[in-house]
């Protein structure tokens, strides 16, 4: 037992005050599944003495926490090998936005040999729709893959009340199961820590009140989450070493209409038809809250319904990256010249927080070039105070 493992186990034993023994395994079986394993990147840091980890997620990668410790559980692990980590944690994300973000936050400075990716949490509470949850991951798996075949995969599922929920009445978590099929059919590693906490909580170990308290995990949370990552990374690094680093091979896609050529389109090649003004720090005056990197940063903005602005763009998929805040509206877009279509931006989060919100007007586009117009609509959520309407990023796969 690694001496990191040894600490955490200690201290989350005392976090939940004796009652959680990480050893004891409430259905008697992990919740990991290795499926190809890690054999690259242990290679990579065995041999190579470098290696180059990345967190992508939301508000509880953001966070640090269990972060925190999976690093420092590498350093103990590889204690003479050169990391580097790359923390893409931005609140309020999900597989959509990854997508489409992982060529700036992730590979902008070249491949990486590891990437934990989660989103379980924020899919199921900004993704309606479960075919985007598996566009989404499939587009990140798809492209880290394209960037470099040899980087290794492993999907993180955090836990959330209605979670629990779904498998107290027997259900699979419609993201889960999206997460989970990707990870599949790519031979990608997987923790189920839904799963997990929802088992130890009914076997009397702890409690979600007491103990975990959030979907955003107390400390105790976050060291049951490092735990079990830690348990899962010590199996995979178990097994027979490699003798050669080894390509993953690529299937045919789960989705066709997956995001994997996603990335950011800069708001500087709209044409501005009315009403939208180009702003070079945006922030807001209403004193509500927002997310970091999403204010002081440039912004297209317009308040009114009638301001339009165009794009052109190649390929399947294209849509908007805004900030959904109290006083956002309703939007309508036309591709192509085809009848307009409405979109509503504002969320159940919308009355107390600029949140950054990815909005994909259509993904089931033919190949080739396109012509987007965006204008505000009329009429505004019964909750909001206004139709705006803040874009930092054009959506383009």
Same mark, same amino acid.
């Given at each position: ?28 079986? #992990? ?48 204690? #003479? ?47 309606? #729709? ?11 798996? *798809? ?22 929920? #779904? =498998?107290?009445?027997? *259900? ?13 059919? =790519? ?43 830690? *348990? ?166």
């Amino acid at each position: 037992m690694t001496r990191l493992l040894a600490c955490l186990l200690c201290s989350v034993a005392l976090l939940a005050q004796g009652r959680y023994d990480p050893g004891v395994l409430p259905k008697g079986r #992990d919740y990991f599944a290795l499926r190809d394993g890690l054999a690259n990147a242990h290679l990579k840091f065995t041999r190579e003495k470098t290696g180059r980890v990345a967190f992508l997620g939301g508000s509880i990668t953001a966070g640090g926490g269990w972060r925190e410790h999976t690093i420092r559980y590498f350093q103990q692990k590889f204690p #003479d090998t050169a990391f580097e980590f790359i923390s893409a944690g931005i609140p309020s994300m999900g597989s959509v936005p990854h997508a489409f973000r992982l060529e700036r936050d992730v590979l902008a400075n070249g491949p990486v040999d590891l990437l934990f990716v989660e989103a379980a949490v924020n899919d199921s509470t900004n993704t309606a #729709d479960p075919a985007h949850m598996r566009r989404g991951m499939e587009g990140v798996v *798809r492209h880290a893959r394209a960037a470099n075949p040899l980087t290794d995969i492993v999907h993180l599922h955090f836990v959330m009340p209605e979670h629990m929920a #779904d =498998y107290e009445a027997g *259900r699979v978590p419609a993201s889960i199961a999206q997460h989970e099929a990707v990870a599949a059919a =790519y031979g990608n590693p997987s923790l189920n820590l839904a799963r997990e906490v929802t088992d130890r909580i009914a076997a009397g170990q702890f409690t979600w009140a007491g103990d975990f308290k959030d979907l955003h995990p107390s400390p105790f949370g976050h060291q049951l989450y490092a735990h079990s990552i830690a *348990r899962m990374l010590d199996a995979a690094f178990s097994r027979p070493q490699a003798s050669a680093a080894a390509p993953h091979t690529m299937p045919a896609p789960l989705d066709p209409r997956s995001y994997a050529r996603g990335r950011f389109g800069s708001i500087d090649d709209v044409r501005i038809v009315s009403g939208f003004t180009q702003v070079r720090s945006w922030h807001p005056s209403d004193g509500k809250g927002t997310r970091a990197g999403f204010v002081d940063v440039p912004a297209l903005v317009g308040t009114e319904p009638g301001a339009t602005f165009t794009f052109t763009c190649e390929g399947t998929a294209a849509g908007l990256l805004i900030t959904a805040g109290p006083d956002t509206g309703r939007v309508e877009f036309s591709i192509d010249g085809s009848a307009f279509r409405v979109v509503d931006t504002f969320t159940q989060w919308s009355p107390g927080l600029h949140l950054p919100w990815a909005v994909i007007l259509d993904d089931g586009l033919a190949p080739g070039r396109h012509e987007v117009t965006v204008r505000i609509a009329e009429g505004h959520d019964a909750r909001a105070t206004g139709t705006a309407l803040r874009v930092f990023q054009l959506l383009l796969n």
